[in-house]
């Protein structure tokens, strides 16, 4: 299989690449060569599903150890160490529900504006795109390559893939 090296799964892939030679930069202290170089050329398609996986679980892993650094630094001492005055507690639950609220408020406004972005391309579409065009070939898109990894897996047989084509969204 060959995939469009422009394709979001295929981007995601060598970002978890990076991800994963960053991982092991920081926690060992040697120095290894770039996995995304090493796989520019191609992989295997249970290789690509393994990366992805990887790398995400090592994203998530390290941001919670941030998110863990910061509700050590912020909210433990007030846990730990007991406000003396009604004030203190009041200041800060206030604090808190205005955190929320900016959070609420910043996640309204990304729906919003994700929103009002999609009804506008979806505008656009229909406004410049010929609807009698048929689709030649189906695309390699990331379902269709979680299908094949299944049957890959089912089978003890993963295909090659190469990152070249230009034939998948």
Same mark, same amino acid.
């Given at each position: ?89 009041? %200041?800060? @639950? ?5 955190? /929320? ?5 910043? +996640?309204?406004? $990304? !729906? ?28 390699? %898109?990331? @379902? ?5 990894? /299944? ?5 003890? +047989?993963?295909? $090659? !893939? ?8």
């Amino acid at each position: 299989m060959t995939l469009n090296p422009n394709a979001w799964f295929v981007k995601w892939f060598f970002w978890s690449c990076h991800m994963i030679d960053h991982f092991w930069l920081t926690q060992s202290g040697r120095f290894y060569s770039s996995r995304a170089k090493k796989y520019k050329n191609g992989t295997n398609l249970c290789h690509f599903f393994r990366t992805l996986l990887w790398g995400s679980l090592m994203t998530v892993a390290v941001a919670g150890l941030y998110l863990y650094g910061i509700f050590v630094i912020l909210i433990l001492p007030f846990i730990e160490f007991q406000t003396r005055s009604i004030f203190e507690v009041i %200041g800060i @639950i206030l604090a808190i529900l205005a955190g /929320l609220a900016i959070l609420v408020g910043s +996640i309204w406004g $990304l !729906i919003h504006v994700f929103v009002i972005t999609l009804e506008r391309i979806r505008d656009w579409r229909e406004a410049n795109c010929d609807k009698s065009i048929e689709k030649i070939k189906p695309k390699l %898109g990331f @379902i269709f390559l979680a299908m094949e990894y /299944l049957r890959a897996i089912k089978q003890r +047989i993963c295909p $090659l !893939i190469s990152f070249g084509g230009t034939d998948n969204a």
